[in-house]
Nanobody, 122 residues
């Protein structure tokens, strides 16, 4: 199957920056759209940003102008550059990928990483 592993989370002061990475590995046939979601304590998981295989991006209103999503198709990796971080950005950030595996090449599935914690302090 396909595994997603996030990295790059941590503690940062308000106004600072972090860069998250998410690498897909395993029996990959093809990785399609990739996205970042986040879930703050006591809140529902929400979409932060997404990017298609061709590079088309979309962002939530709350991060537009501050976050940038990008990907490297050769490495099956997606990135999230987060600038001007605010305490409200504190959450566990999850990577999502729509992919097909070599095990089931005719079946497209949603895959999730285990998440990486981002904490923004005042």
């Amino acid at each position: 199957q396909v595994q997603l592993v996030e990295s790059g989370g941590g503690l940062v002061q308000a106004g600072g920056s972090l860069r998250l990475s998410c690498a897909a590995s395993g029996s990959i046939f093809r990785v399609g759209s990739m996205s970042w979601y986040r879930q703050a304590p006591g809140k529902q998981r929400e979409l932060v940003a997404g990017i298609t295989r061709g590079g088309t991006t979309n962002y939530s209103d709350s991060v537009t102008g501050r976050f940038t999503i990008s990907r490297d198709n050769a490495k099956n990796t997606v990135y999230l550059q987060m600038n001007s971080l605010e305490p409200e950005d504190t959450a566990v950030y999850y990577c999502n990928a729509v992919a097909t595996s070599l095990v089931t090449p005719l079946k497209t599935m949603d895959y999730w990483g285990k998440g990486t914690l981002v904490t923004v302090s005042l």
